[in-house]
């Protein structure tokens, strides 16, 4: 019964201390919220972490042979004629994502 009691207790702190971590920034820096250089960070930084992983996903992918990327071009173009379409960045990504793992899955990927 004693594990139990420790097991919650350590599962409490947990919750609260990432309930603090993700509270604190909105607590402590609201008087600033309106700063240009965070409204210049919120506007581009999500674009540029999106082609960092962008670069991160393809960055074993060889041109050389044909056998390597054919999934992962094909759930690219997905993704980007979807959101070029639909402007919805979680319908494309989900898309590209099932797309890409059907492929993998099946005899079509090779």
């Given at each position: 019964m ?7 207790l ?8 990432t ?22 960070l919120?506007?581009?930084?999500p ?32 993704v ?27 005899a079509?990927?090779?």
């Amino acid at each position: 019964m004693q594990d139990i009691h420790y097991l919650l207790l350590v599962i409490t702190v947990m919750a609260i201390a990432t309930f603090m971590t993700r509270a604190l920034p909105f607590i402590l820096l609201y008087k600033v919220s309106d700063h240009p250089m965070l409204l210049y960070l919120g506007r581009y930084l999500p674009p540029v972490m999106m082609v960092l992983l962008l670069f991160y996903c393809f960055r074993d992918l060889r041109f050389s042979t044909f056998n390597d990327g054919p999934a992962e071009l094909l759930a690219l173009a997905l993704v980007v004629g979807l959101h070029l379409w639909r402007g919805n960045a979680l319908l494309s990504i989900m898309a590209g994502t099932g797309l890409y793992m059907f492929l993998c899955q099946s005899a079509l990927a090779g």
